[in-house]
């Protein structure tokens, strides 16, 4: 490696709920350190995502998709993401070229209008429009904001990435190595693994759930002498309802969750699981900043 010519750098992603923040992500990576659903409002904190090449250590901030706040959570995640902006060195502007342009463009494109920092316009899902209709797409946005680049890709399917990183790459100053090379995420494991059984409650259960579910991982450890992790969690909803929901009936759904999230959360410790999980309600937790600090979301870190 010749770090004379080592280049470095903090990329924001950013976008509407739901337009593939994740999923490029996960991508880029390599693995899954950002959890997915189609349920918008799926990234609550900022999930950093570490590329280290030969020549360069790319650092994405994977941010909550922007939205208008309805509790104290929803303004926790805006400010997140309003905030990520002035302290990155490039923006990803991500939409969905399914659904075009929307209300929330309309208000990340004001917020970047105060900005110095190169944003590029990164149109996710090509594989799913008329390539007629992705250039019309291009063209309103063009005529929104100067973008340093616009480039169409498709996270899922991988075109055109490599693309993208190439012209992140040459955007980037020369810099320090942040991370160790094989650092993907500078979250720690056990924020990781709540996360991987998030995702797996979010895609089992009904529409009420998703926003008011969070996870606590209450126990982590390796006993001595075992290759098993025992961890145990419990998962917050806010009513009995969502418990009852969450649990299924004689445990069925709760037992299909914990079988989901081991096989991922085994693949990212490289060792066998041993998961317990518990549902407690605690009601309105979202507008109580002391549950909310308690879950991780910590509103002066950022």
Known sequence: MNNDNFKSGFISIIGRPNVGKSTFLNRVIGQKIAIMSDKPQTTR??????????????????????????????????????????????????????????????????????????????????????????????????????????????????????????????????????YPADQVTDHPERFIVSELIREKALHLTREEIPHSLAVLIDKMEQKTNQDVVHVMATIIVERDSQKGIVIGKQGKMLKQIGSLARTDIENLLGSKVFLELWVKVQKDWRNKAFHLRDYGFKEDEY
């Open 45 to 178: 904190n900022k999930v950093q995502g570490v590329l280290t090449t030969d020549d360069a250590q790319l650092i994405f901030i994977d941010t909550p998709g922007i939205h208008k706040p309805k509790h104290k959570l929803g303004d926790f995640m805006m400010k997140i993401a309003i905030n990520t902006l002035k302290e990155v060195d490039l923006i990803l502007f991500m939409i969905n070229a399914e659904e075009g342009y929307g209300r929330g463009d309309e208000f990340i494109i004001e917020k970047l209008k105060g900005l110095t920092t190169p944003v590029f316009l990164v149109v996710n899902k090509i594989d799913q429009v008329n390539p007629d209709a992705l250039l019309s797409i291009i063209d309103h946005y063009k005529d929104l904001y100067s973008f340093a680049e616009i480039i169409p890709i498709s996270a899922l399917e991988g075109n055109n990435i490599d693309r993208l990183l190439s012209q992140i790459k040459d955007r980037l100053d020369v810099g320090p190595q942040f």
